[in-house]
């Protein structure tokens, strides 16, 4: 019982991936688990149906049990008896496939494989139910490599057999793969292969002529950019779908739209083509003479539609788009665009082409940075983040963007109060694109509320408001309401951001002070640690100059010690009192009151005098030696005269006194 309870749920799965286009099996998962498995509730959950047709199915699949969809769904309505010929009801266009098998052949779910081998891109689509050999098997025609060499790398659970079939891979819609031959070497030189991978990274000026509006395009390109990606973008410029456009110029080697520029051959730097929309077949025998010469002929990838135009039926007609001119308006945002702030600068430009100058200022950027500039400033700082959607295939934009989003009083409030972010999901490429971002930034809830609003229920105002720990929808205001009302609801956005913000306010108000208390006691202690250092240096200072005199003191004090210690063992002896020759007795007072008494010959040198003195500690440099009376000052004389000379016997009494 538990297997076939496991196989419902895994028929149900698929029934519900197949209806709603939702490839994330994570994800359909949880939207069937929040139904309890009700594959019409979960269905009716992510596309309402308004004609009550699928609601009247799940009530009868409730007479009848879980086990039992395929009964109720088979049982004829009442409305049965009509002819064959009345056209569906409604609930036979909801889905390709209804809630069970039994109800109607289910069509099988198709996957997208992009392979790269060496400088090659090979795109292969198979049906889920395929083998991994089979995909091997294009392949192998398509590089001419054999399957016995080839190994198909990128797979998400690691490497699978060719007999793996891809259902049970559990595989997105669109893949990515790559071939790594290792037994077979590259054909082409290195240096050829150098050359080519300069290509890659160079940048091509494509110079494209349109011929109808007599108008030319330098567009710069990557050298990796394939030629469907260049077409694509011209069919955002010039309105002419992929598959009507009729081309000229391209090189003969350039034979596969899925060519990077680098390998199609066009010339470098710069290459002149033309472009237009190519003739209907009535028109076909009289060609005009601007498209006469043409090169190749483009058509759509992954079109599996015939060209309405082939039958005589006006497309902007069959599918009621058309307008009384028959041109369409330009994109608000260009497809494919790798830089969101660029994607934004042309939203804006088109904008106001379109509605005029008068409309809000929209955030030029990524939707992160929007967030940043709204969320993580300072409290008084902060605002709300409007996050407008548009959709060029809702009856409603044209009509919100100039009667709402540009009056005076929604400009006013939005450019004082918001920060103001927008987006263009009418491309699927651009749509997919904001669901991931939303679901980056907001989570997944978001991204679920958005997918689930139909196209004639945009544009869009999303308010977001920014928490601690989370980012909230305040609201989100679709394409049909007033300006009375679209005020009204912004004022009720406000009023709750601004009692959060207040508390924010306050909040950080607290925090500021704690920190500027902190911050004033850290400085104060710094600057007590500061001048606990300058004080300690000066000290140190102080001790080390102290040291340093001392030092040079002592070395003065050796040096003056040594010079009286060689003055005195170079003296002559002191003569004895008897002797032959004439003696001179003198008696010399020193500044301390004490007496040195000593005798010479009187034909000794005042030198021998001065040595004397400058022994006992007063060198005549410091120092004069003067007599009693007459007052002389004996260190002004000549040192090589004598005592005699000098008048100084047989005795005499002096007295040393200090220069000044």
């Known amino acids: 019982m538990a297997s076939d309870g496991n196989m419902d749920r895994e028929i149900i799965l698929a029934d519900f991936q197949a209806c709603t286009g939702i490839d994330d099996i994570a994800e359909a998962i949880t939207l069937l688990e929040l139904n309890n498995w009700d594959l019409v509730a979960a269905i009716n959950g992510v596309i309402p149906q308004e004609n009550g047709i699928l609601q009247s199915v799940a009530s009868q699949a409730n007479i009848y049990g879980p086990h039992s969809h395929a009964e109720a769904a088979a049982a004829p309505p009442a409305s049965s008896s009509s002819s064959p010929s009345s056209p569906p009801s409604s609930s036979s266009a909801f889905c390709p496939a209804l809630p069970s098998r039994h109800i109607v052949e289910r069509q099988p779910r198709m996957l997208n494989f992009r392979v790269e081998y060496r400088q090659r891109t090979v795109e292969v689509v198979v049906e889920e139910g395929s083998a991994v050999g089979e995909i091997k098997q294009i392949l192998e025609t398509e590089l001419q490599v054999p399957v016995s060499k080839m190994q198909l790398k990128g797979w998400k659970s690691g490497d699978v057999s060719d007999s793996m079939v891809l259902q049970s891979l559990h595989l997105p819609k669109n893949n990515s793969l790559y071939v790594l031959t290792p037994d077979i070497s590259p054909t082409a030189s290195t240096s050829q292969n150098s050359v080519l991978q300069e290509s890659l990274n160079q940048n091509f000026l494509l110079i494209i002529s349109h011929r109808e509006a007599q108008r030319d395009y330098n567009l710069n390109f990557p050298g990796s950019r394939t030629i469907q990606e260049v077409k694509r973008n011209i069919s955002d410029l010039t309105n002419i779908p992929v598959r009507h456009q009729q081309w000229e110029g391209w090189p003969a080697s350039a034979s596969d739209d899925s060519m990077t520029l680098a390998a199609s051959g066009i010339s470098y730097p710069c290459h002149h083509l033309g472009v237009c929309r190519r003739s209907s077949p009535a028109n076909t025998q009289q060609p005009t003479e601007e498209c006469a010469d043409v090169h190749m002929v483009s058509d759509s990838e992954g079109d599996d539609f015939e060209d309405a135009s082939e039958f005589g039926v006006d497309e902007s007609v069959m599918f009621g788009m058309g307008s009384s001119t028959g041109c369409r308006k330009a994109p608000l945002m260009p497809e494919n665009t790798e830089n969101e702030g660029d994607a934004l600068l042309h939203f804006t430009a088109e904008f106001s082409t379109r509605y005029g100058e008068c409309h809000p200022v929209f955030f030029i950027g990524t939707l992160e940075a929007a967030s940043q500039e709204a969320f993580y400033g300072k409290a008084r700082d902060r605002k709300l983040l409007a996050i407008y959607l548009h959709n060029d295939e809702s009856v409603l934009g044209n009509v919100f963007c100039s009667q709402m989003m540009c009056a005076d009083s929604i400009v006013s409030y939005l450019s004082q109060n918001f920060i103001t972010w927008a987006w263009d999901v009418t491309k699927e490429a651009n749509k997919a694109r904001l669901l991931t971002m939303c679901t980056r930034h907001f989570g997944s809830v978001v991204a679920q509320t958005i997918r689930t609003y139909k196209t004639d229920q945009f544009p869009l105002l999303l308010i977001v408001m920014g928490k601690r720990t989370s980012n909230e929808v305040l609201n989100v205001i679709q394409g049909n309401t007033t300006v ?168 005499e009494t002096l007295f040393l006194e200090a220069k000044e």
Do not use: C
């Open 484 to 651: 009375d009302e679209l005020m009204m609801r912004l004022m009720g956005a406000m009023e709750i951001f601004t009692a959060q913000q207040q508390e924010d306010i306050k909040d950080e108000d607290e925090r500021e002070a704690r920190e500027m208390v902190k911050r004033e006691q850290d400085e104060a202690y710094q600057l007590s640690l500061e001048a606990d250092r300058k004080k300690r240096e000066a000290q140190e200072r102080e001790q080390a100059e102290q040291l340093r005199l001392q030092q040079i003191q002592k070395e003065a004090d050796d040096e003056k010690e040594a010079i009286r210690l060689s003055l005195e063992h170079a003296l002559p002896p002191e003569p004895a009192e008897e002797g032959g020759e004439p003696i001179s007795k003198l008696r010399i007072r020193t500044p301390s009151g004490e007496f040195l008494v000593r005798r010479f010959l009187g034909s000794t040198k005042l030198q021998v005098l001065f040595d004397f003195v400058a022994s006992k500690g007063y060198p005549w440099d410091d120092f004069k030696l003067l007599t009693t009376f007459p007052r002389r000052n004996i260190t002004q004389l000549d040192p090589a005269s004598s005592l005699l000379e000098a008048k100084l016997f047989p005795q």
